[in-house]
């Protein structure tokens, strides 16, 4: 046991050094983690690392999931809610189709129940990868927010895809109507499940009485019990965990305290990072194990199946995207949709952004190594070799290709009205002067007989000024205004550190003083720096 814990202390260490030395080639995270480890593969000390797939689904999953359903922008996700469904469904169930086909006529031997169980394997994109890399590139955020909705739901239904089409394998029955009420009847009651469960970790955050810590905790443990309370009753725990974690992140700022929502952050941040980065060093890490188990099927055979599959699936994906684009062009004429006037550049980098991750790993190495009467479980290991196949070329070849893609076909944000930074000096302006009123009508007698007050309503009288002015300038005054502002703040917030750091050698000072105002520098640090980052993101 303490061996186990020191080897993944080590591949915590290596996960934080090739994050690095992606920051440094400016490469998306998750292609140099898969790439980082299937060299370590070959390293004796890592060699025999293989991945449990119950881990996977009762450890990694549900956390990701939960954590990303936080992410989502409620608004995007409605706006989109048409195209976010169509893709989450339907075509889900098309390349799944697609998939199954195509694998039986090329497999011998091979099923259409072993394709519709492939199918739902690998036709899920992970968000990560693709958000990871726009979020690298100047991407409209609409995109994003419509690729992380649209996983989001993918991952729920190709989960069900795949449950039923496993069922069709053990038992060798596979009736449709059956099947068709069995799978909305999943899809609903797992929607309910995470609903119910949510509304009682709501009811605990806002009528017991929590601290930051406890409340922090409680985000940790609520994924879990979403999951593991839908899949005791045999139904979606994934829906579960993206319903519940919807509803709840639609409630935060009801639901924690303003110090939860800062600490959690941070807490969330992490875990996330680490997670994520244990999966993807574990995809590589698994290859050659899964290599090994390959038996009859020759390695050539394997790695053709596996890049015609992936091919197919890219190939279908960009067929759907663009395809989505002419229908809602023509559906435009007689409803109202989303977008009336989608192109192609949109549609082509949504679809070249489909690169497959944890949940395809994840189902893979969960189907069971024997049926029900204890046979192997037919081409166990020839799907496995195949869902690593395509996970790699689409991490790794439109993983590296899509900035690339991006940048050539120069997507224009046709959804944001008004520029982002001229957006956030509104929004300041507007809460400003909201601020402004409602002193001078609830407290404007006081001002003459309260300092702080009056300095309050100065502070607030200046700024209102200022962003006027930002407003009128041209925005070349007002990006070198703010670059001056910005250098010289973060010098004056240099001078205040070391000043507290002088204070604190001196006996008269209480420490834990100090490091409050150290903290409340580095806040201040952060808001200077994340309006330089938003500003060079936005040129």
Known sequence: MQDIFIQYICLIL???GLVMLANKLQLAYPIVLVLGGLALSFVAPFSNITINPELVFLIFLPPLLYEAAWQVSWKEFWKWRGLIIGFAFPIVLLTSCVIAIVSSAIIPGFTLALGFLLGGIVSPPDAVSATTIMRRVSVPKSLVSIVEGESLLNDASSLIVFRFALAAVLTGQFQFQAAAV???????????????????FYGIHRLLPTTPSIE???????????????????????????????????????LLSYRSRIEGVNVWTNLVFVLNGLIFLLIGLELPFVTQQLGNISLGSAVGYGLIIAIVLIATRLLCTLGTSVWMR????????????????????????????VVSL????????????????????????????????????????????IRKVH??????????????????????????????????????????????????????????????????????????????????????????????????????????????????????????AQESDTE
């Open 362 to 405: 994840s189902s893979a190495l969960s189907v069971p190594i024997l049926t029900e009467v204890g046979q192997p479980f037919p081409y166990r290991e020839l799907i496995l070799f195949i869902t690593f196949i395509v996970i790699l070329i689409t991490l790794v070849f439109q993983g590296l290709t899509l900035p690339w893609l």
């Open 216 to 254: 922090i905790v409680l985000t940790l443990v609520t994924p879990y019990c979403l999951y593991y309370f839908a899949e005791h009753f045999h139904v979606s725990g994934v829906l579960a965990v993206v319903s519940g974690g919807l509803l709840l992140s639609s409630k935060r700022n009801s």
């Open 330 to 357: 023509v559906m435009s004429r007689f409803i109202p949709v989303s977008d009336p006037n989608p192109g192609w550049r949109g549609p082509l980098i949504f679809g070249w952004a489909g690169m497959r991750g």
């Open 14 to 16: 290596i996960i934080l």
């Open 411 to 532: 997507l224009r944000d046709r959804f944001t009205l008004i520029p982002q930074q001229q957006q956030e000096i509104i929004i300041q302006k507007k809460i400003a002067l909201a601020s402004l009123r409602f002193l001078e009508e609830k407290y404007g007698a006081e001002r003459s007989r309260n300092e702080h007050l009056d300095n309050l309503f100065s502070k607030l009288e200046i700024d209102l000024k200022f962003f006027d002015r930002q407003l009128a300038e041209s925005n070349f005054a007002w990006q070198n205004s703010l670059t001056g502002y910005q250098s010289i703040y973060l010098k004056v917030l240099e001078r205040r550190r070391e000043l507290l750091n002088k204070m604190n050698r001196r006996a008269e000072f209480d420490e834990e003083l100090i490091r409050k105002y150290l903290l409340l520098t580095d806040v201040e640090e952060f808001k200077v720096r994340e309006i330089g």
């Open 182 to 200: 069995n799978f909305v009847a999943v899809i609903l009651i797992g929607i309910l499940s995470g609903l119910v469960v949510g509304l009682i």
